[in-house]
């Protein structure tokens, strides 16, 4: 009982030695205490940092979750061919699939780094590396730019619509008057002449004043008519011009936007790629470290046999990670020598003159390569859908260039679509040699179980 005394004592005395901004009801009346209350509940930010958010002076209240600052609240942009950010290390060029506890920032978040408010996909912005981010954001300022380029030229056109409007009322206002003049004049005359006969002079000169001031109001309307009439001619002719130029705007607007998709796909594909082969290359790490377990189990119990069966599964895991490694590096080659055609030629002669002093290597590659494409088959199917897709979207724009006599677009469109159709062969080239080689193969192990059975 006087060990609780002593020790709340102390207690309430080490509390009293605090600032008064850390005890509960010590600072100002309106002020909210700074110890676990509401107002400290907010997660520290973490600037390019992993893990849990370090707790701010004072607080005493419950810590944010460490999964809301694991990747450090801001995208990180990565380069192309690499894993994406926040990945653990493992044997997919040096990342494998992600932790459990670390989860990425949610879109449109504020954080260290600024985020994207775009029409980007659904991906977010880090699914591109700094080259394709560059390219996006470029896309990005030219459909902004086509697009206020066809607000402009939609503007004008409703004020020069407008402008035909006010000339179509003032031409009838002008020719409503010379049809009234026209009526008049000769009622006019007629009364003027009844006048002059009944000696009514007076009457006959104030008549012939208001003939001649409708005589004037008619050739006055009936020049204007002439005026209008021209201005309109010039009017409808820069409206059918602005016209043809805000449906051009349009058009180019309609293709920026596809290209803009298309674009987001393609990233879109190689991410999905790029995921898969990780997920495949994680599965194979976790069964080769099974199997690793199983034999050493094997070795004490004196199971060789089981020893060498799996001996045999951990031999075919290690030849198809290889062959995943082997499609990967085959997809980052292709993707620098689309971005760097000249680095990529001296990449090609250098390759040539380490395989012609290293026939083993040269070797290995080739068996590396035969066994990625066997996997690649799948890929290869919906590579060759998208460009095929490709070739009829610039078919048809073809199609519309030519019919709006565009035909310097026309010519750079048959251009790409020459260029694609290049690509769509060597899909099939390879398809085909894929083919031949899976029957080959399929042929040899047949041959093989039948000596067998001899």
């Keep these: 009982m006087l060990g609780r005394f002593f020790k709340s004592k102390d207690d309430s005395a080490k509390q009293s030695s605090l600032p008064p901004g850390h005890r509960p009801g010590a600072g100002k009346p309106d002020e ?86 775009s029409n980007a996909p659904s991906g977010g912005m880090d699914m591109f590396g700094d080259n394709e981010l560059a390219a996006f954001l470029k896309a990005k300022e030219k459909a902004f730019a086509n697009q206020l380029k066809t607000t402009i030229a939609e503007q004008s056109y409703v004020m020069l619509q407008k402008q035909h409007n006010e000339l179509e009322k003032s031409l009838s206002v002008h020719r409503n008057a010379i049809a009234s003049a026209e009526a008049m004049i000769p009622q006019l005359e007629q009364e003027k002449k009844n006048a002059a006969t009944q000696r009514n002079f007076k009457e006959a000169a104030r008549i ?69 082969n990780s997920a495949a290359l994680e599965e194979i790490a976790m069964k080769l470290s099974e199997l690793e377990e199983m034999i050493d189990k094997a070795t004490e119990d004196e199971d060789y046999e089981l020893a060498a069966k799996l001996d045999e599964k951990i031999d075919t895991l290690k030849r198809r990670q290889q062959s995943i490694h082997a499609m990967v590096q085959a997809d980052t080659a292709s993707e620098q020598r689309i971005d760097s055609p000249s680095e990529c030629n001296d990449e090609q002669t250098q390759d040539a003159d380490d395989s012609d002093g290293a026939p083993e290597v040269k070797d290995s590659t080739e068996i590396k390569t035969v066994a990625s494409m066997q996997i690649r088959g799948e890929d290869l199917d919906n590579e060759l859908k998208l460009l095929r897709a490709r070739i009829t979207m610039l078919e048809a724009d073809i199609e519309r260039a030519t019919e709006n006599e565009d035909y310097d677009t026309a010519a750079q469109l048959d251009d790409d679509v020459q260029k694609l159709r290049v690509e769509e062969s060597e899909i099939m080239n390879a398809l085909s040699d894929k083919n031949k080689s899976t029957d080959q193969d399929a042929a040899e192990e047949l041959q093989e179980t039948n000596d067998v059975k001899l």
């Design 32 to 117: 909210p205490p700074m110890g676990g209350g509401f107002f400290n509940l907010a997660p520290t930010v973490v600037k390019g940092g992993a893990g849990a958010p370090s707790a701010s002076p004072g607080q005493t209240g419950p810590a944010p979750h460490a999964g809301a600052a694991g990747s450090g609240l801001a995208y990180q942009h990565r380069p192309s061919g690499t894993a994406p950010s926040g990945y653990a290390s493992g044997p997919y060029g040096g990342a494998s699939m992600p932790p459990t506890q670390q989860q990425h920032p949610p879109p449109g978040h504020t954080g260290s780094a600024p985020s994207f408010s």
């Design 208 to 276: 012939s004043k208001d003939i001649k001031a409708l005589e004037k109001d008619q050739s006055t309307a009936e020049e204007m008519v002439e005026v209008v009439e021209m201005e309109l001619q010039d009017l409808k002719e820069r409206i059918v011009k602005r016209e043809a130029e805000c449906e051009d705007k349009k058009e180019e607007l309609k293709q920026v936007e596809r290209q803009l998709e298309l674009n987001a796909l393609q990233e879109l594909w190689k991410e999905a790629k790029l995921l898969r």
